[in-house]
């Protein structure tokens, strides 16, 4: 029994240092078991160097395309997601106003396998105006992750055999709270596993749908394009001007008319004050 004691105690110790090691950071050392494994990051980072590891990889992107109808188009892109076995992560549109036809933003996962020709379907939809794209490669913290999980499990599987041959007290709650602290850290680290898988299985995409108005205008190279860019920009003054003129003409009728009476009654005044002042035979 006491044998028992001494030997949980002793490996408890141990898988103690390692689980500290497995806590840290991508960059620290990592004893992935008691046999004598090389750090998870050097490993990884080896095997990446050598071209062993495949790459993981992490896409986000912005793309803004000019359509006739930012609704319809919204519509088409989420078909166009669904079918290749994306998602939609949000959706905000906004209703047609006087000058436009409205906007749609969406967020799409998207599948990173087959990622451009996706991007190619949903161009198909109106007149690409940007499209930014930017990779993180993430495969040494992938593979530091695998390794940390890997060496907790291990070590949770030798704490359960001493558990089950415990025969104290104090063996038993020493291991359970060992398995308990592990278990823990593997829930969370295997959390860390899925969102990477996640992030790098399906690319982010924010899609922006405008209208004409809302289109970017390309600025005047030539003279030619110089002198219709005034031209447009000289009757749009004109045509501004035009309605703000017919919006003070209601006001200007008004305005003189009442000055017609003001007048009139000071001239009426005028001309009875100079009856009254002649002098009457």
């Known amino acids: 029994m006491k044998r028992i004691s001494v030997t949980a105690i002793a490996l408890v110790a141990v898988l103690s240092?390692?689980?500290?090691?497995?806590?840290?950071?991508?960059?620290s050392a990592l004893v992935a078991s008691d046999e004598g494994r090389a750090p998870a990051g050097q490993d990884a980072s080896e095997d990446l160097q050598s071209g062993y590891v495949e790459r993981q990889v992490i896409v986000v992107g912005d793309m803004v395309v000019t359509v006739d109808s930012p609704a319809e188009a919204?519509?088409?892109?989420?078909r166009i997601t669904e079918k290749v076995g994306?998602?939609?992560?949000?959706?905000t549109e906004t209703a047609p106003t006087d000058g436009d036809k409205g906007r749609a933003t969406l967020t799409l996962r998207l599948p990173s396998d087959g990622l451009q020709q996706t991007l190619d379907s949903l161009k198909k939809l109106g007149d690409l105006e940007s499209l930014d794209l930017e990779s993180s490669d993430v495969t040494i913290e992938v593979e530091d992750l695998e390794a940390r999980i890997s060496a907790l499990e291990q070590s949770l599987k030798r704490l359960r055999l001493l558990l089950a041959k415990a025969r104290t007290v104090t063996d038993l709650i020493t291991l359970e709270t060992e398995i308990t602290s592990r278990q823990g850290e593997l829930e969370s680290l295997q959390s860390q596993q899925r969102y990477y898988a996640d992030q790098v299985s399906l690319s982010t995409i924010s899609l922006s749908f405008i209208s004409e108005a809302d289109a970017p205008v390309d600025a005047p190279d030539t003279f030619l394009s110089g002198l219709a860019a005034g031209w447009a920009a000289f009757v749009a003054f004109i045509s501004g001007l035009l309605v703000v003129v017919g919006a003070l003409i209601p006001w200007i009728v008004f305005l003189g008319i009442l000055a017609a009476l003001v007048l009139a009654f000071v001239r009426w005044r005028i001309r009875r004050r100079t009856v009254r002042s002649q002098p009457t035979e």
């Open 17 to 27: 240092l390692a689980g500290c090691s497995a806590g840290a950071s991508s960059e």
């Open 74 to 78: 919204a519509d088409d892109a989420v």
């Open 86 to 91: 994306g998602r939609v992560d949000a959706r």
